[in-house]
C-alpha cells in the first residue's frame, strides 16, 4: 500500500475501534505511535537500544509538552472546577424550583423550567455529562410525578443538557480554539447568540407541542403556592448570584479585561464564594469536586495527547493531502463545501462522540476554509451547532446514556431516543437560520475586536 493508502486505512482502523469501545484517548495514542512508527521507519535496528531510535518517540514527547504549555487549556481545569462547585452547592436545585414557579401558568411549564435552568446552569458548568445527570435527578423525577409523557420529559432534558458544549464557556470551544489556532475571545463572543437562539427554540417547541398535545404535560396541582412578591424574591435569591458571577466571567473575556484562563480562575473563585454564601460549602464537597476536575482535566490532556499524535502521523502519510485534494477536485462552490463538511460530521455523530469529530476530523477541513473563502469562525459557529447532534444521534448519544445511568429502571434507553428526535430538526434548523444569516454569530465578534481579518 501507498502512503496515503496506509493513511486511510489508519482512520478507518480507528473508527472500528472506538465503536467497539477502546477508550479514544488511548486509541489515538497507540495507534498514533504505531502507524508512527512505520511512516518514520529508516531500516532495520542493529541493537535493542535502535528500536527505540524513531522519531515517532520525539515525536509524542514534544506533543506532550506542547499540551502541557499550552497557555489556552489552563482553562480547562478552572472552569470545570467552578462548574463542579456550583453543582454541588445546591444553587441549581433552588434555581429550577423558583423558575418553575415563576412560569407555572406556562404549557409545559415544568419542561421550561428545565430548559431555562440548563442554559443557565450551561453558562457555569460547561460539562454536558453533569448537566444532563443533574437535571436527571432534579427535573425527570418532578415532571414523572407531574404525569409528563416520559419520552417527552427525558427529550427536555438530553437536549437542554447538550447546550453546555455550545453557550461559553464552552470546553469544546476552548478545545477547537486550540486545535484552529483561532482566538478563543473571538469564538466565545460568536457563541452567545447561536446558544441562545437553540435555547429559546427548544422553549418555543415545548409551548408549541404542549399547546396542541396538552396531555403530554398535564399541569400539576399546586397547592400552597406562595405569593407572587415570594416567588419572585426567591428567583432573585437563586438567580441573580449565579448571574452576576456569569456575566463577570463573560463580560471580562468579551471586554478583553481577562484571558480565558484568567476569567476560568475568577469563576472557581467565584463558584467557591457563591457555595460558602449559599452555605452549602464542605470540605467533602470540595474534594469531589477537586477529584472530578483532575480525572476530566486529565482526560483532556491525554485525548489532545493522542490526537495530536495521530493527527501528524495521518497527516505525515498524506492521509490530510489526498482528501484536500479530493475535495478540491471536486470543483464546488463555497455553499457546496459547507454543506458536505456539515453533512459529514452530522453523519460522524452517529458512531462518536463530539471529541472524536473535532479532534480528528475537524482538522482536515480547516486547510480548505481559506480555498473556499469560508470566514473560520463561521465554519467554527456551525461545527459546533452540528456537534449537538452528535450527543442526540443512536446508537452513541451519549446525553442519552447519562440520563438512563441515573434513571435506571424507570426508563426504557429507546423512550429517550425518541424524546431526542424533534431536537435534530431543531438543530438542524438553526444551522439553517444561521447561515442564512451569518450575523447571528459573527456580529457580536466584529462588534467587540472588530471585522475578522484573516
Not at 257 to 266: G, V
Not at 267 to 288: N, Q
Request: aromatic residues 14%.
Amino acid at each position: 500500500m501507498t502512503d496515503p493508502q496506509v493513511a486511510i486505512f489508519m482512520l478507518c482502523l480507528f473508527i472500528v475501534l472506538v465503536m467497539l469501545g477502546f477508550p479514544i484517548a488511548f486509541t489515538l495514542l497507540a495507534m498514533g505511535v504505531a502507524f508512527g512508527y512505520y511512516a518514520y521507519y529508516t531500516g532495520a535496528p542493529e541493537s535493542f537500544a535502535d528500536i527505540f531510535n524513531n522519531n515517532i518517540f520525539y515525536l509524542l514527547n514534544q506533543n506532550t509538552f506542547s499540551v502541557m504549555e499550552n497557555p489556552t487549556l489552563v482553562a480547562i481545569p478552572l472552569f470545570l472546577f467552578m462548574g463542579y462547585v456550583v453543582e454541588r452547592a445546591n444553587i441549581v436545585d433552588r434555581l429550577f424550583i423558583s423558575l418553575y414557579m415563576a412560569a407555572r401558568n406556562l404549557p409545559g411549564a415544568l419542561a421550561i423550567a428545565a430548559l431555562l435552568t440548563c442554559t443557565i446552569f450551561s453558562t457555569a458548568s460547561g460539562i454536558v455529562g453533569a448537566v444532563v445527570t443533574l437535571m436527571g435527578l432534579l427535573a425527570y423525577p418532578a415532571m414523572a410525578n407531574a404525569g409528563y409523557q416520559r419520552s417527552f420529559a427525558s427529550g427536555v432534558i438530553c437536549a437542554g443538557g447538550t447546550l453546555g458544549i455550545l453557550i461559553p464557556p464552552s470546553i469544546m470551544l476552548i478545545v477547537y480554539a486550540a486545535i484552529a489556532e483561532l482566538s478563543p475571545l473571538r469564538l466565545y463572543a460568536a457563541a452567545v447568540f447561536p446558544g441562545l437562539m437553540l435555547a429559546g427554540l427548544y422553549m418555543v417547541y415545548v409551548i408549541i407541542r404542549v399547546k396542541l398535545n396538552p396531555s403530554l404535560a398535564p399541569k400539576p396541582n399546586l397547592e400552597d403556592v406562595p405569593p407572587t412578591a415570594q416567588i419572585y424574591r426567591d428567583l432573585l435569591v437563586s438567580f441573580v448570584p449565579l448571574t452576576v458571577l456569569i456575566m463577570l466571567v463573560l463580560g471580562s473575556i468579551l471586554g478583553g479585561l481577562a484571558t480565558p484562563a484568567e476569567a476560568a480562575a475568577m469563576g472557581a473563585l467565584g463558584g467557591l464564594v457563591l457555595a460558602m454564601l449559599y452555605r452549602s460549602l464542605t470540605w467533602e464537597k470540595v474534594k469531589e469536586s477537586v477529584y472530578l476536575t483532575a480525572k476530566a482535566t486529565a482526560m483532556v490532556c491525554w485525548l489532545f495527547v493522542g490526537s495530536w499524535t495521530f493527527a501528524s502521523v495521518f497527516s505525515i502519510l498524506g492521509g490530510h493531502d489526498i482528501i484536500k485534494d479530493w475535495v478540491v477536485a471536486l470543483d464546488l462552490e463555497p455553499w457546496q463545501f459547507l454543506v458536505l463538511a456539515q453533512l459529514i460530521i452530522f453523519v460522524l455523530g452517529w458512531p462518536l462522540e463530539w471529541s472524536e469529530i473535532l479532534i480528528i476530523f475537524v482538522p482536515i477541513f480547516l486547510p480548505m476554509l481559506e480555498f473556499f473563502g469560508v470566514n473560520p469562525y463561521f465554519f467554527a459557529m456551525l461545527v459546533a451547532l452540528n456537534l449537538q447532534t452528535s450527543f442526540l444521534t443512536p446508537p452513541m448519544a451519549m446525553s442519552a446514556y447519562y440520563l438512563k445511568g441515573v434513571l435506571k429502571k424507570q426508563i426504557e434507553l429507546i423512550e429517550i431516543f425518541k424524546g431526542l428526535m424533534p431536537y435534530l430538526g431543531i438543530v438542524l434548523l438553526c444551522m439553517i437560520l444561521m447561515y442564512q444569516f451569518p450575523g447571528i454569530a459573527l456580529y457580536l465578534p466584529d462588534y467587540f475586536f472588530g471585522p475578522y481579518v484573516p
